[in-house]
């Protein structure tokens, strides 16, 4: 089993930027990959962002350019910081770890103002 704690959602401005981390606990030398998804109020859940163990990363077109992820191994944490952050970007935020089997987090808010 793997644990995962997601913190750093919340309210900010359009342009404004935030950082999202996801911590991981339990049997995380089955992960392979770890993510960040989101879920916007009437639509499907979709890949943000994603980070493998070796530092590959793919980024959703959308976010391209603005939102960046990244590894702490000593922490077993992963970050999403997220900037020039636009309305659109309004949603749960969802971690996500990858190995045989899928983990998910509790989800966060992130709410963008105009």
């Known amino acids: 089993q793997v644990q995962l704690v997601e913190s750093g959602g919340g309210l900010v401005q359009a342009g404004g930027s935030l950082r999202l981390s996801c911590a991981a606990s339990?049997?995380?030398?089955?992960?392979?990959?770890m993510a960040w998804y989101r879920q916007a109020p009437g639509k499907q859940r979709e890949l943000v962002a994603l980070?493998?163990?070796?530092?590959?990363?793919h980024y959703a077109d959308s976010v391209k350019g603005r939102f960046t992820i990244s590894r702490d191994n000593a922490k077993n944490t992963v970050y999403l910081q997220m900037n020039s952050l636009k309305p659109e970007d309004t949603a749960v935020y969802y971690c996500?770890?990858?190995?045989?089997?899928?983990?998910w987090g509790q989800g966060t808010q992130v709410t963008v103002e105009t």
């Open positions: 996500n770890a990858q190995g045989i089997i899928q983990y």
């Open positions: 980070i493998t163990t070796s530092n590959t990363t």
């Open positions: 339990g049997s995380i030398f089955s992960i392979s990959a």
